[in-house]
């Protein structure tokens, strides 16, 4: 992130943060981990520009923040990442502007550094996942949003029984006949490799609904078990990631898992249908043929 506030600048502005660390940072958002009345959370700067000032940026990035707060607090589920003690607030650090809050600090380590890692699940693990993933996105549908952000890097694998699999960042959550608050000419919102074909029409606003979020799972899903996407390819442009998302055909999750169950692995393969009437309409209608599945 441009702009982010080294730790002493953090601490000098909030001296109750013990054990102040920084965690990552990117686009306009810088986290940083701190124990607060005993307990670590993640706290969250975003950076607001000076020029957003000009033409009404700046309240629209505050919008769009508000927006991934009012989302989680309207999931009342744990697979999803949970508000921390912080209310959103503004603060001045040497002169620039932030949003500042917070949410739960979680431990483990996120799909895509086990991707990385080459770690290859087996059938439970993949079916918890996939079950975690369900409940979260059934949680955001319910609460009418969708999440728009799915993918290996906003999933953390935890090792705890209770929450194996959460689900974070909802910075760019869309709400169901509500105001889009996309930053203005940035295109469809999103991770481009991660993003269902719809999103990339003209027209995406007037068809978007929770099955681009069933696409995004069942990519990340595939990629996971697989350690292959099953449509990008490394090294390639975005054009040709973009074409291959529209035009071919997804590779089948059998041909590179063929010790998983059929039948899971068709589940996860429909998820990644290019047309969305061909997915499963909602995440439980999803979970429902998982549930059949041993």
Not at 32 to 53: D, R, S
Request: proline residues 6%; glycine residues 6%; hydrophobic residues 40%.
């Amino acid at each position: 992130m441009q702009n982010t506030p080294v730790i002493e600048e953090v601490r000098r502005l909030r001296p109750e943060f013990a054990d102040l660390e920084f965690v990552d940072s990117g686009g306009f958002k810088a986290v940083y981990k701190a124990t607060l009345a005993g307990h670590p959370e993640a706290v969250k700067l975003i950076y607001i520009p000076p020029e957003a000032e000009e033409d009404g940026g700046r309240a629209e990035i505050i919008a769009r923040v508000k927006r991934e707060i009012e989302a989680l607090r309207l999931c009342p589920t744990n697979r999803l990442v949970r508000l921390g003690s912080i209310e959103l607030q503004i603060v001045s650090i040497t002169g620039r502007d932030y949003l500042l809050y917070s949410e739960e600090f979680l431990a483990g380590e996120s799909l895509r550094a086990r991707i990385r890692a080459q770690h290859r699940p087996d059938y439970a693990e993949l079916r918890t996942l996939m079950t975690c993933l369900l409940e979260a996105l059934q949680a955001v549908h319910q609460s009418g949003h969708i999440h728009r952000d799915v993918k290996p890097d906003n999933l953390i694998a935890t090792g705890s029984p209770d929450r194996p699999f959460i689900l974070l960042d909802l910075g760019i959550a869309f709400k169901i006949h509500g105001t889009e608050l996309t930053a203005r000419h940035a295109g469809p919102p999103g991770t481009l490799a991660y993003m269902a074909p719809e999103l990339f029409q003209p027209n995406y606003k007037d068809v978007l609904d929770i099955r681009s979020d069933i696409y995004s799972a069942g990519v990340t899903v595939f990629e996971y078990a697989t350690g292959t996407h099953p449509l990008a390819r490394a090294g390639e442009t975005e054009y040709s990631t973009v074409w291959r998302i529209l035009n071919q055909p997804a590779l089948k999750m059998i041909d590179l898992r063929g010790d998983l169950p059929a039948s899971f692995c068709g589940l996860v393969d429909r998820c990644v249908k290019k047309l969305p009437a061909l997915r499963y309409a909602t995440p439980q209608a999803a979970w429902r043929q998982l549930e059949t599945i041993q």
